[in-house]
């Protein structure tokens, strides 16, 4: 997978005995990649191409994919609307206990049809 990154001279996952390293399925392959991107002279440079590519898989410049794509947990923002657009405020939300916001309209609004649903079928 490593012929497709861009070229970064110097990289030392470019020459690393094991390059599948960077794209293991395992946690501790992962954490290994990252430990060695620490003392990379070019994650500078590794980083930038790999956010701007949006790489989906594997670790660049040390970071996994859920930390370069935006994962909530990491600090890419909430949105603010739900995905029928209906925003996210106080009123028209509920947040359930592991933290998923729920748009009180839509949910209204699959209640009502469930029932009719219901109706048609009684």
Avoid at 46 to 61: I, K, L
Avoid at 66 to 71: A, C, K, S
Avoid at 91 to 116: A, F, K, M, Q, V
Wanted: overall charge positive; proline content about 7%; aromatic content about 4%.
């Amino acid at each position: 997978m490593l012929d497709k990154a861009p070229r970064l001279d110097g990289a030392i996952c470019a020459t690393h005995p094991n390059p599948d390293l960077w794209f293991s399925n395992s946690d501790i392959g992962r954490s290994a990649a990252q430990r060695i991107c620490a003392g990379c002279p070019v994650a500078t440079g590794c980083r930038s191409a790999a956010h701007t590519a949006r790489e989906q898989h594997g670790v660049w410049a040390g970071e996994s994919e859920r930390q370069r794509l935006g994962d909530p947990k990491v600090g890419r923002p909430r949105p603010t609307r739900c995905p029928k657009e209906h925003e996210f405020t106080d009123d028209n939300t509920y947040t359930n206990p592991s933290g998923h916001r729920i748009c009180l309209t839509c949910r209204r609004e699959n209640d009502r049809i469930r029932r009719e649903n219901r109706k048609a079928i009684a």
